[in-house]
């Protein structure tokens, strides 16, 4: 897609997707290893964080199931490649300190990474609290 100008008619960049398929995941799935991240049903994306490196894209998805994704970001968005770091098919609150992929999230809505890019903070809405997911092997 092309942006323009709306008062000047003016071409001002363009527009791609990188992850996500445009579908909802009404059936509360999870990606599969090495899956590109463009065929991906992500629910509602509702917060993003960029790793300092611009390798890496952070997805917090509020519904379907409640998780949060790394997204891989290549030049071609047709070879990005997704996966789930955080968050289980239950919503709830249950899992600190245990993997990341185990533990429970209700609507992660904002995420933001540290200076270092090794610290990700979520707020975890409905759960009421602020959680910190340690970033492993980018």
């Known amino acids: 897609r092309v942006l323009y100008n709306a008062e000047s008619g003016k071409f001002i960049g363009n527009l791609e997707a990188v992850a996500g398929n445009g579908k909802p995941n009404s059936e509360s799935i999870f990606p ?43 030049a071609d968005p047709r070879q990005n490649r997704i996966v789930r770091i955080a968050g289980r098919s239950e919503t709830g609150g249950a899992g600190d300190g245990d993997d990341a992929v185990n533990a429970q999230l209700y609507n992660p809505n904002t995420v933001q990474l540290d200076s270092s890019g090794t610290v990700l903070y979520i707020v975890d809405s409905r759960n009421h609290r602020i959680r910190r997911f340690t970033v492993a092997n980018q």
């Open 32 to 74: 599969t290893p090495n899956q590109p991240a463009l065929t991906f049903p992500i629910d509602s994306p509702l917060g993003v964080a960029v790793s300092p490196s611009g390798e890496f894209l952070y997805v917090s998805d509020v519904f379907s199931p409640s998780s949060l994704y790394r997204v891989s970001l290549e």
